[in-house]
């Protein structure tokens, strides 16, 4: 049974940092690429950040980008979101999500790409 167990959420003042991890199991996490994405309640998820399977390559939704750093940790099967300079407008619950990829060095950006996610963990961000 595959899961994917997100921690590091809470509560931080605007200017803040906070640290998402993302414990998986259940598969061989080196052969899926990972992503976090965020949403807010009556929106949709939307894309925050992507990673290939080796880590090499990494994508970022635009308002993100020079704040969030996704990175990947294949021996300990985790993957991580350091968020920094948080905003207001990055409030949302965070998801993290497996996706299998057949290439190495490939990314995906649509949440169809993702089989596997986890329960999401709140981000909250006060002005």
Known sequence: ????????????????????????????FSTYGMGWFRQDPGKEREFVAAISRSGSTTEYQDSVKGRFTISRDNAKKTVYLQMNNLKPDDTAVYYC???????????????????????????????
Do not use: H, K, N
């Open 1 to 28: 049974q595959v899961q994917l167990v997100e921690s590091g959420g809470g509560l931080v003042q605007a200017g803040g940092s906070l640290r998402l991890s993302c414990a998986a199991s259940g598969l061989t």
């Open 97 to 127: 999500a497996a996706g299998y990829l057949a290439i190495m060095t490939m990314v995906r950006r649509g949440p169809r790409d993702y089989q596997f996610w986890g329960q999401g963990a709140q981000v909250t961000v006060s002005s």
